[in-house]
T-cell receptor
Framework: KAGVTQTPRYLIKTRGQQVTLSCSPI?????VSWYQQTPGQGLQFLFE???????NKGNFPGRFSGRQFSNSRSEMNVSTLELGDSALYLC?????????????FGQGTRLTVV | GESVGLHLPTLSVQEGDNSIINCAYS??????FIWYKQESGKGPQFIID?????DKRQGQRVTVLLNKTVKHLSLQIAATQPGDSAVYFC??????????FGKGTHLIIQP
């Protein structure tokens, strides 16, 4: 079956703009998490959604938001982009919302802010 | 200001040797741990997981060891192959939180 699909793969935006990234989880998976990966900070948890509700949130400013649709697909949005938002944004899907559940990652969206 | 990247620890091993990658985790309440492999340009790929009620788990060519007393994880890769070259991350799953990742170790395979 298809893995986690993230679109677009690459994106270039200008400071001050906003961006929306999309994630389609593995079929049947209901939990979607988002992570930011940068050379300076490594992999950091952004938020997790399950059944269209945000269940957990990492330590990121309110400019970072997300949502999940009834088909489990998820989007994340970053408003008022800053240069420091340049990163690889990764989405992971899990079968259920719970600890002890294997998370499968997509290839990521590489965002460059200029 | 200047951006400083993470200086990933690097482990260089001969092809065919065994590799051991170590990781310290931070949250004593974490009860689930995962090792991921990330190749250049790709997302992290699941390798093996372990729950806190175990201290050892074996997969195909990989073994994870968990020492809860000192909050330490290790990943052992047997008979390392060129395709094992990647950055390896450990991750812990604290209660009511997302995965917390370690800084990563760059595994380099020497022919």
């Amino acid at each position: 079956k298809a893995g986690v699909t993230q679109t677009p793969r690459y994106l270039i935006k200008t400071r001050g703009q906003q961006v929306t990234l999309s994630c389609s989880p593995i079929s049947g998976h209901r939990s979607v998490s988002w992570y930011q990966q940068t050379p300076g900070q490594g992999l950091q948890f952004l938020f997790e959604y399950f059944s269209e509700t945000q269940r957990n949130k990492g330590n990121f400013p309110g400019r970072f938001s997300g949502r999940q649709f009834s088909n489990s697909r998820s989007e994340m949005n970053v408003s008022t982009l800053e240069l420091g938002d340049s990163a690889l944004y990764l989405c992971a899907s899990s079968l259920l919302f719970a600890e002890n559940t294997e998370a499968f990652f997509g290839q990521g969206t590489r965002l460059t802010v200029v | 200001g200047e951006s400083v990247g993470l200086h990933l620890p690097t482990l260089s091993v001969q092809e065919g040797d065994n590799s051991i990658i170590n990781c310290a985790y931070s949250n004593s309440a974490s009860d689930y741990f995962i090792w991921y492999k990330q190749e250049s340009g790709k997302g992290p790929q699941f390798i093996i997981d372990i729950r806190s009620n175990m201290d050892k788990r074996q997969g195909q060519r990989v073994t994870v060891l968990l020492n809860k007393t000192v909050k330490h994880l290790s990943l052992q890769i047997a008979a390392t192959q060129p395709g094992d070259s990647a950055v390896y991350f450990c991750a812990e799953n604290p209660p009511a939180d997302g995965l917390t990742f370690g800084k990563g170790t760059h595994l380099i395979i020497q022919p």
